[in-house]
């Protein structure tokens, strides 16, 4: 980063655990970058907060029913009051802009990203779901209009660092690795009679509901593997995952001679935010540092996929193609959504989306607007299903 120039960062979902500790790094490095554009869908009070203290000129709050008391709250503090996706979209296109950061929730973000992409903006990429749902798309559109897409997953950012040195040499393999969830030793019959409270106590990580579950029933894993596959260009056959407990190796690159390049460090999302937001800067932080010493030993064990059936899930959409990991998207965000609620059972995520993988309308070479559609139509399948209609 050039000397005393700072970064204009429009955060999308920054009520969000993301985009809050992106606001984190803001504030750590002032005379680095500036948040000018804060989003949220629900979180007016949080948003409003955050507009105040950071002193940002738009804000977007997507749920319209919260727009009026957003705009009272931030009365004669100079920020301009924006509602709905399509403002997101109009606003993530100004010049000021230098660097998106898509934190949004969901298949949600994928109009906002490709709105960004659109605009030749820099991507700081949360959102999983915009390259599961349409990945060859995504990144298609990036080349034509110049943008540059940095992964802000804890994996994918170590990946990303990995490859830093390795001067363009071919990867024979890239390792993800997983915390294992809070099911990680329990029984499949252990498994099966768990609800939310117990999913969503993640041993190593503090996220959102939604991303929780994912991780507790290793979808998230599943849609790591397919987002990999996009980002870096690799194979499905050259995606590995490994469960490492400690969470201590975020994901490693393995080359053609053997070598295996990691990239370490204790659990603290604000350090792939900050590597995406200041790249290829390294910025000070106030984190935790390894010391080997202490840390003593860590360990690595091979994924259950008779526990855990949404990494199969996943593998097989991916190798499926088309707009099948949309399919498989839509169904899990309905299915989580329904878990979360008592609805359905922990299992019954997984078997409502294996269902509607095999019933939802399959299409070999989407475009974005069938992509929409598809998300559409198997939100709809999956609700029949959780209500036993389908």
């Known amino acids: 980063m050039e000397e005393n120039s700072i970064r204009n960062v429009a955060i999308l979902g920054s009520t969000?655990?993301?985009?809050?500790?992106?606001?984190?790094?803001?504030?750590?490095?002032?005379?680095?970058?500036?948040?000018?554009?804060?989003?949220?869908?629900?979180?007016?009070?949080?948003?409003?907060?955050?507009?105040?203290?950071?002193n940002v000129k738009d804000i977007v709050i997507c749920n319209q029913d919260h727009y009026r008391k957003a705009s009272d709250t931030v009365s004669g503090h100079g920020i301009s009051v924006h509602s709905g996706m399509e403002a997101v979209c109009d606003l993530v296109s100004s010049p000021e802009i230098d660097i998106v950061l898509t934190s949004m929730v969901g298949f949600s973000g994928l109009e906002s990203t490709v709105a960004a992409i659109k605009a030749g903006k820099?991507?700081?990429?949360?959102?999983?779901?915009?390259?599961?749902?349409?990945?060859?798309?995504?990144?298609?559109?990036?080349?034509?209009?110049?943008?540059?897409?940095?992964?802000?997953?804890?994996?994918?950012?170590?990946?990303?660092?990995?490859?830093?040195?390795?001067?363009?040499?071919?990867?024979?393999?890239?390792?993800?690795?997983?915390?294992?969830?809070?099911?990680?030793?329990?029984?499949?019959?252990?498994?099966?009679?768990?609800?939310?409270?117990?999913?969503?106590k993640h041993p190593r990580w503090r996220m959102g509901s939604?991303?929780?579950?994912?991780?507790?029933?290793?979808?998230?894993?599943?849609?790591?593997?397919?987002?990999?596959?996009?980002?870096?260009?690799?194979?499905?056959?050259?995606?590995?995952?490994?469960?490492?407990?400690?969470?201590?190796?975020?994901?490693?690159?393995?080359?053609?001679?053997?070598?295996?390049?990691?990239?370490?460090?204790?659990?603290?999302?604000?350090?792939?935010?900050?590597?995406?937001?200041?790249?290829?800067?390294?910025?000070?932080?106030d984190n935790r540092k390894l010391d080997f010493a202490e840390l003593g030993s860590i360990s690595f064990f091979p994924p259950d996929p008779d526990r855990f059936p949404a990494l199969t899930l996943a593998y097989e959409a991916l190798d499926k193609g088309g707009?099948?990991?949309?399919?498989?998207?839509?169904?899990?965000?309905?299915?989580?959504?329904?878990?979360?609620?008592?609805?359905?059972g922990f299992y019954d995520i997984s078997r409502i989306i294996s269902e509607c993988m095999e019933e939802a309308e399959?299409?070999?070479e989407p475009d974005l607007e069938s992509i929409f559609s598809t998300n559409s139509a198997v939100l709809g399948l999956a609700?029949?299903?959780?209500?036993?209609?389908a």
């Open 122 to 200: 820099t991507i700081a990429l949360a959102n999983k779901e915009t390259l599961v749902a349409a990945g060859g798309i995504v990144m298609e559109a990036a080349r034509k209009y110049g943008s540059r897409i940095l992964p802000v997953d804890s994996e994918h950012s170590a990946i990303f660092q990995c490859l830093q040195g390795s001067h363009g040499a071919a990867v024979e393999k890239i390792h993800l690795t997983a915390s294992g969830g809070p099911f990680r030793t329990w029984t499949r019959e252990q498994i099966a009679a768990a609800g939310k409270e117990q999913a969503l």
């Open 210 to 285: 939604k991303i929780t579950i994912d991780s507790a029933t290793m979808m998230n894993k599943g849609l790591e593997i397919i987002e990999a596959r996009w980002l870096f260009n690799v194979l499905p056959e050259k995606i590995n995952v490994v469960v490492h407990p400690q969470s201590i190796i975020h994901s490693m690159v393995e080359f053609a001679d053997g070598a295996v390049i990691a990239q370490l460090g204790h659990p603290d999302m604000r350090e792939p935010i900050q590597y995406a937001l200041g790249y290829p800067d390294r910025l000070p932080l």
């Open 383 to 389: 609700h029949r299903k959780i209500s036993g209609t």
């Open 362 to 364: 399959f299409i070999s």
């Open 323 to 344: 707009n099948m990991p949309c399919i498989m998207n839509a169904a899990n965000e309905a299915a989580v959504a329904a878990f979360l609620e008592d609805r359905i």
């Open 16 to 54: 969000g655990s993301i985009g809050r500790q992106a606001l984190d790094v803001i504030r750590l490095h002032p005379d680095r970058f500036r948040a000018v554009l804060l989003t949220a869908n629900n979180s007016w009070d949080m948003l409003c907060a955050q507009a105040m203290e950071f």
